[in-house]
Nanobody, 129 residues
Framework: QVQLVESGGGLVQPGGSLKLSCVVS????????IGWFRQAPGKEREGVSC????????FYADSVQDRFTISANNAKNTVDLQMNSLKPEDTATYYC??????????????????????WGQGTQVTVSS
């Protein structure tokens, strides 16, 4: 059974940075796509970024492009999301999710959240002065 645990959320001022981590257990990352999603109160869950492990490709939503960086550490079975230049509209609960996709170069954000099989419990990010 694949399990994911997020950490690293918190309260940060606008313009600040946070690094979220997702630890994956129960499987190696190989052949998985790992995505970061977020959901703000009253809004739908949206894809933020994802990495296709075997395809070695990363993808970002337009709203976070050039501010967020996703990285995978296969040896540690972790996927991090470095978030810089944070804005109040980044405030949300952030989730990591996983789905086994094989060796693919597809944009794993295009799959949508319903395609992902395994989810973490979420970590809260609040951007406020």
């Amino acid at each position: 059974q694949v399990q994911l645990v997020e950490s690293g959320g918190g309260l940060v001022q606008p313009g600040g940075s946070l690094k979220l981590s997702c630890v994956v257990s129960g499987s190696t990352l190989e052949y998985y796509a790992i995505g970061w999603f977020r959901q703000a109160p009253g809004k739908e869950r949206e894809g933020v970024s994802c990495v296709s492990i075997s395809g070695k490709r990363t993808f970002y939503a337009d709203s976070v492009q050039d501010r967020f960086t996703i990285s995978a550490n296969n040896a540690k079975n972790t996927v991090d999301l470095q978030m810089n230049s944070l804005k109040p509209e980044d405030t949300a609960t952030y989730y990591c999710a996983a789905v086994k996709v094989g060796r693919t170069y597809d944009n794993c954000l295009d799959y949508g959240s319903a395609f992902y099989d395994y989810w973490g419990q979420g970590t809260q990010v609040t951007v406020s002065s």
